[in-house]
């Protein structure tokens, strides 16, 4: 299997444009979990997905975050309007609740967004 | 409620000799307990996990950790640290709570550098 994808690996844009990061998760796993990463917060999780449906969406900063998973093959996070705050690298982890091993949680390579 | 501490935000060894990265866990129920490694620009790659069978778990590239429930805690150790060990090491809680849920809580990490 190829792992968990993520795309764009890197992102540059601008204060107040949008931004839509993307993930196909590993084939088979009904989880799918949204992290971000800072210095000054490590790793956060954002929201997360069973059976393409979102379960918590806690850690979700702000309106301005949303997140969508129209197939088991395909997320987005999508940020609208963007701020220089939100440069981070974002993950995306998918896991299987099956086999004895449910809580494993296999990450992406991440996108590293810089916002101007 | 879960949580965990690494003890130490950074570790300096020399290449050749033992590598110690110290996790303190807080946890209600049985964990499961995970250390992740992250090189350099890179997404975290599973390092070994515990999920109550033993307590001493080996994982790849000659890590592993014991599980001590006594002292709470499931350092991770190398006999012999190689330079491409340089990377940062995070330690991971999972459990079940309130539901089938696998949220994963993550440590602040810990930056292992290795001198030639």
């Known amino acids: 299997d190829a792992g968990v994808i993520q795309s764009p690996r890197h992102e540059v844009t601008e204060m107040g444009q949008e931004v839509t990061l993307r993930c196909k998760p590993i084939s088979g796993h009904d989880y799918l979990f949204w992290y971000r990463q800072t210095m000054m917060r490590g790793l956060e999780l954002l929201i997360y997905?069973?059976?393409?449906?979102?379960i918590d969406d806690s850690g979700m900063p702000e309106d301005r975050f949303s997140a969508k998973m129209p197939n088991a093959s395909f997320s987005t996070l999508k940020i609208q309007p963007s701020e220089p705050r939100d440069s981070a690298v974002y993950f995306c982890?998918?896991?299987?609740w099956g086999g004895g091993d449910q809580e494993t949680q296999y990450f992406g390579p991440g996108t590293r967004l810089l916002v101007l | 409620a879960q949580s965990v501490t690494q003890l130490d935000s950074h570790v300096s060894v020399s290449e050749g000799t033992p590598v110690l990265l110290r996790c303190n866990y807080s946890s209600s129920y049985s964990p499961s307990l995970f250390w992740y490694v992250q090189h350099p620009n890179k997404g975290l790659q599973l390092l070994l996990k515990?999920?109550?069978?033993?307590?001493l778990v080996k994982g790849i590239n000659g890590f592993e950790a014991e599980f001590k429930k006594s002292e709470t805690s499931f350092h991770l150790t190398k006999p012999s640290a190689h330079m491409s060990d340089a990377a940062e090491y995070f330690c991971v809680v999972s459990g079940l709570y309130g539901g089938a849920t696998n949220k994963l809580i993550f440590g602040t990490g810990t930056l292992l550098a290795v001198q030639p």
């Open positions: 997905f069973n059976n393409n449906v979102p």
């Open positions: 515990y999920t109550s069978a033993a307590t």
């Open positions: 982890a998918s896991s299987y």
